[in-house]
């Protein structure tokens, strides 16, 4: 997964310091360090200045007189943002990112399935029979290559519903497969995975939409029950999730 495209030292600055508020390092309305940043770097200030307009667009930070550049409330942050996502999600994924990202896809995607079932042209279904034959090739392979063709196929998917908005949620797509493999790598059955892939894809190939909606329900809604049983172990996550379903 790629972070912020900016080159050399500019886009190095962004993602140090998007990172760092994303990991909780710098917490909102604690000022940054701005000649900690030129030192560290050995950049000028207008590199850092350029730097800290991409942050601000994010909303991630903002200036004030006397004050000088911090960190933003999160209730600012732009959280669809690609990468703020990435930032979110790299390394020891956020547990809530990675809850609330499972959600979202249960929404989503079972939706896009059945509207593909109708829509979708042989080319669509030729690309999706593609990124499914590379998911079962290489699922057993170590590193992010199957994450690759799965996470081809669910756009090859979403593609194929026919709705540019829903194409567009790859933006939320790929750091919701990243992070979900760093939590539940060979947590489901080669077997099981493959499978539910395999079911979404007959489903469309056959243009059944109610078919295809069910079974991609059945693909989302077992990779968020694995993370949830996942996290719900972990007791630095256990706290946040305990207070969250309180809240609901």
């Not at 307009?53 to 004030?64: C, E, Q």
């Not at 790929?174 to 892939?197: D, G, Q, W, Y």
């Amino acid at each position: 997964m790629s972070t912020y495209a900016g080159r050399g030292l500019h886009g190095q600055v962004v993602n140090y310091v998007g990172s760092r508020i994303m990991r909780g390092d710098l917490v909102p309305g604690e000022t940054i360090d701005l000649d900690a940043l030129l030192h560290d770097f050995g950049v000028s200030r207008t590199v850092v200045r350029e730097a800290l307009k991409v942050l601000t667009a994010k909303g991630l930070v903002d200036a004030r007189p006397r004050l000088g550049t911090y960190v933003t409330e999160r209730s600012r942050w732009q959280l669809l943002d690609h990468d703020v996502m990435v930032w979110r999600s790299q390394d020891d994924p956020d547990p809530l990112l990675v809850l609330e990202l499972g959600e979202v896809r249960q929404v989503i995607e079972p939706a896009a399935a059945q509207m593909a079932a109708v829509r979708r042209s042989d080319e669509q279904l030729t690309r999706m029979s593609q990124a499914l034959a590379e998911l079962e090739e290489k699922f057993d392979v170590e590193g992010d290559l199957h994450v690759e063709a799965d996470l081809r196929f669910h756009r090859a998917v979403l593609a194929a519903a026919g709705n540019e908005l829903l194409e567009r949620f790859e933006v939320v797509l790929e750091p919701a497969l990243h992070a979900r493999n760093s939590l539940v790598i060979r947590h489901e059955s080669s077997t099981e995975f493959l499978r539910k892939h395999r079911a979404v894809f007959e489903a469309i190939q056959a243009r059944d939409p109610d078919t295809a909606r069910m079974r991609m329900q059945e693909l989302v809604a077992g990779a968020a029950e694995d993370i949830a049983s996942i996290l719900s172990k972990k007791p630095s996550t256990k706290a946040l999730l305990d207070a969250r379903d309180r809240a609901l």
